[in-house]
């Protein structure tokens, strides 16, 4: 974990400069009070499966979106996530499965399934998502999967620059070669 000597030295000095300007209130936390944990630090920890590569999603959205971080960076508390289960950390697999979550057959279920909330948000909750009737993870290997894995990457690379026609392809593969086959995708989902 980063301290506040690392934040303070200059490595991070937006972040040295934020927090001090919430100095008072941080340091007022019980958990500072009575565990004696440092002021800067979060006073909840974080799941260890956030720090894995993982699908992202808000819990709310109009149209719903699956995003990667294969990084394991994102962590914050207003999204679902998705992970494989077991431990596996099967990047290719993980990239596939976002290509499935966002194509249009699993946009058409979550449209039908999931409760929609005042203006027209869907609840994208880990209690809906467990639902989704996921493919087998074998076509995320095959030759269709290995190009639907490809173009996913270079949409993800570009920071999803690359406009409809990618995206129809990408769409028109994971129908073609997928659906829908089977459930056998081990997955573990939280908030």
Known sequence: ?????????????????????????LNRRTTVRTEKRPWYVLHRSRAPELLRPKIVCPHFALVPRFGLDLD?????????????SG?????????????????????????????????????????????VPIPETSHATGPEGAAVVRL?????????AVRSRRYSTIDRLVFADVWL??????LGCGS
């Open 87 to 131: 431990g596996r950390e099967d990047e290719d697999v993980l990239v596939w499965l976002a290509a499935v979550l966002n194509s249009s057959v699993v946009r058409w279920w979550i449209d039908v399934a999931f409760p929609r909330l005042k203006g027209g948000y869907a609840a994208l909750e880990v209690k809906y998502l467990r639902d």
């Open 152 to 160: 996913v990457r270079q949409v993800h690379e570009r920071g999803g």
């Open 1 to 25: 974990m980063c301290g506040m000597r690392e934040i303070s030295e200059g490595r991070f000095p937006w972040t040295h400069e934020h927090l001090l300007r919430y100095f008072e209130e």
């Open 72 to 84: 394991g960076r994102s962590g914050v508390t207003a999204r679902s996530f998705i992970a494989l």
């Open 181 to 186: 086959v089977g459930h056998d995708v081990g």
